[in-house]
């Protein structure tokens, strides 16, 4: 029988120990909305362990998920999702237990960063790593310059991008991966926002949503390297935070996340043309969720982990669900 997910009684809180991320967001108590399928969605293959707040990546035509927690502290487990297979297999796990972190591809590698990790308690951290897919090895890099947690790592022409994040240092930090160099760059105040996302479309870094103060936003702001110039994109038909995005044939694509007042836990999904520039519905999820990891591979999206529940009960239902989205006509 497949582990869909997690579902524990209130009582349970006091036997066991909470990982410190979802339990600094655990407020309310509210249910779901009823949820719709879609012929569009379909379950793939579990992961080994239900868990929300972790990462993933698409790499080389296969896609690789990372940490996460689910009733426990920040957990190491790390997989691949091999397209030949269509199965996960477990790989080196990570250096330490980690959560809401960073993580991104470049220079024919992995990394991660910041987080909240099983030796950190409810601090954010600021170590980095880097993995050898062919080796199956991590190695440790040089730290961010300020610890981050609930932020956004993303590879850009030969550098590495850290942005946002309501925990840790403010601001965006940026690696150069051949120097093994950190730096720090001028940003907005309002980008320092926890459980926004990143997508790269062409030349620009898409910031979507996100929290500060315990109310999400709808903000999108739009981050172009080359020129180093931040401008306003198109804002978000619902202020939301804890979502997943990815981007696929043009299109950006936005999953699930919190409610405006981070209390209920959504089903819905928003693309985005970027050409039209005009925010759209698509088919609802199988469930709800929030802190997800999504990814494009081929000509499917990948929902990855995360939350089913909402409010206090968000940390007891991490899922080991991976739901799979095949835009129309593909």
């Known amino acids: ?10 009582g349970l809180a006091g036997a066991l120990s909470l990982s410190p991320a979802l339990a600094q967001e655990a407020a309310g108590s509210q249910t779901s909305d009823p949820v719709l399928t879609t012929t569009a969605w379909r379950q793939g293959p579990d992961l080994e362990t239900p868990r929300a707040g972790l990462s993933a990546v698409e790499f080389e035509g296969n896609l690789y998920a990372a940490g996460g927690a689910g009733l426990v502290n920040p957990r190491d487990d790390f997989e691949v999702y091999e397209t030949a297979t269509g199965r996960w297999r477990p790989l080196a796990p990570l250096p330490t237990g980690l ?53 956004s ?25 051949e120097a093994g160099l950190w730096s720090a760059i001028e940003a907005p105040p309002e980008i320092n926002r926890r459980g926004a996302v990143v997508v790269v479309v062409g030349d620009e870094i898409w910031l979507l949503g996100g929290a500060t103060g315990g109310e999400a936003t709808a903000r999108v702001d739009v981050f172009n390297p080359l020129t180093g110039v931040w401008r306003i994109g198109p804002a ?18 936005v999953f699930g996340g919190r409610s405006p007042d981070l209390r209920r836990t959504l089903s819905d999904m928003l693309y985005l043309p970027v050409s039209q520039r005009r925010w759209q519905s698509g088919p609802q999820l199988m469930v709800p969720r929030t802190e997800a990891a999504a990814a494009s591979n081929g000509n499917q999206i990948f929902l990855i982990g995360g939350g089913a529940g909402s409010g206090f009960f968000a940390p007891f239902t991490a899922v080991s669900s991976v739901d799979i989205y095949t835009p129309s006509g593909e």
């Open 1 to 10: 029988m497949k582990f869909q997910h997690t579902l524990a009684l209130m």
């Open 99 to 151: 959560e809401r972190f960073g993580m991104a591809a470049g220079d024919e590698r992995l990394w991660i960063a910041g987080g909240y990790s099983s030796d950190s308690t409810s601090s954010a951290t600021s170590g980095v790593w880097s993995y050898d897919p062919e080796m199956d090895v991590w190695q440790a890099e040089a730290d961010l310059p300020g610890p981050k947690a609930a932020f």
């Open 153 to 177: 790592l993303v590879a850009f022409d030969g550098s590495l991008y850290a942005i946002g994040g309501e925990e840790g240092a403010p601001g965006v930090f940026v690696y150069d991966i």
């Open 236 to 253: 978000l038909p619902e202020p939301r935070a804890g979502h997943a995005a990815a981007l696929h044939d043009g299109v950006i694509y």
